[in-house]
């Protein structure tokens, strides 16, 4: 039986309303329109069991998801969204251990889903020209103990990104066309890089100039989510659905054909070498 600890990330979901989101630690406490719990409360007892407040109010303790934590981000610009969120990581194949560049932080909702996914071996490095934007990114991160994962850095990328040899990077960025010469010059040779962009005439702009650079693989697609009501007798889809909310722009970068001939005369098979 997995018991919560002091430090963890809680979350504290009442019988009706929002969930609170907490990080326990001993003597604090949640105060709510409901009634207060301490801390001290929750610590050492089962996830998922349930609480009750000086109110008698009722709330599930439960270990928050990524998609709990990205739906309450604070935020001062548009989010990418969850249901994009994980088809990107998947595409980009971000995983424990892996150096991720993003450039345009904006809240910090895909900075924080990528070092979720890095873990505490991997690395992300946020780019963004607003200084206000990191700020506040980093207090979200620094919200939910993520921020040592995460390097941010206050620069235009048009300049150029710092790394090389990355193994992905996302631009979150209007005009991501124009940076592709960048983008190439931070990954190594067969990573991934995606983009995310919220109209057509961005997306065949950003296309045009792939065809410039050497990129291999190309997809655009987008996504779109319908929830169904829980009822048994009545299932049907709910009233609404979250439908466009961007392109997705995917494709790996490759060796330019005259270097990829280079590397093949000086680094030739042995098994086929005379």
């Known amino acids: 039986m997995s018991l919560i600890r002091a430090g963890d990330l809680a979350m504290l979901v009442p019988e009706k309303g929002r969930p609170f989101i907490q990080h326990l630690q001993p003597g604090k406490e949640l105060q709510t329109h409901r009634g207060s719990i301490h801390h001290d409360d929750l610590i050492?007892?089962?996830?998922g069991s349930q609480v009750k407040t000086h109110l008698d109010?009722?709330?599930?303790?439960?270990?928050?998801?990524?998609?709990?934590l990205l739906l309450r981000i604070r935020r001062r610009s548009q989010i990418v969204f969850p249901k994009d969120i994980g088809?990107?990581?998947?595409?980009?194949?971000?995983?424990?251990?892996?150096t991720v560049i993003e450039a345009g932080t904006g809240s910090g909702a895909m900075t924080t889903a990528f070092a979720w996914a890095v873990g505490p071996t991997g690395k992300v490095i946020s780019y963004d020209r607003r200084e206000d934007m990191i700020s506040l990114a980093r207090e979200n991160l620094t919200r939910?103990?993520?921020?040592?994962?995460?390097?941010?850095?206050?620069?235009d990328v048009i300049?150029?990104?710092?790394?090389?040899?990355?193994?992905?990077?996302?631009l979150d960025l209007p005009k991501a066309h124009l940076y592709l010469s960048q983008v190439q010059s931070a990954l190594r040779s067969g990573a991934s890089f995606g983009a995310i962009l919220p109209?057509?005439?961005q997306v065949s702009q950003l296309l045009a100039e792939l065809e410039q650079h050497a990129f291999a693989l190309v997809d655009v697609c987008e996504l779109s989510l319908r929830y169904y009501k829980t009822i048994p007798e009545r299932l049907r889809p709910v009233d609404r659905m979250v439908a466009h909310t961007g392109y997705l722009v995917f494709a790996r970068s490759v060796l330019p054909a005259a270097e990829e001939e280079a590397a093949i005369e000086t680094d030739p098979d042995p098994e086929h070498s005379e």
């Open 144 to 155: 939910i103990a993520l921020e040592d994962r995460v390097v941010f850095r206050n620069h």
């Open 199 to 201: 109209t057509t005439n």
């Open 159 to 170: 300049d150029g990104f710092e790394e090389e040899a990355a193994e992905a990077l996302f």
């Open 44 to 47: 050492a007892i089962p996830w």
């Open 87 to 98: 088809y990107i990581l998947l595409r980009l194949s971000v995983g424990p251990g892996k």
């Open 57 to 68: 109010a009722r709330f599930l303790v439960l270990e928050p998801t990524l998609h709990d």
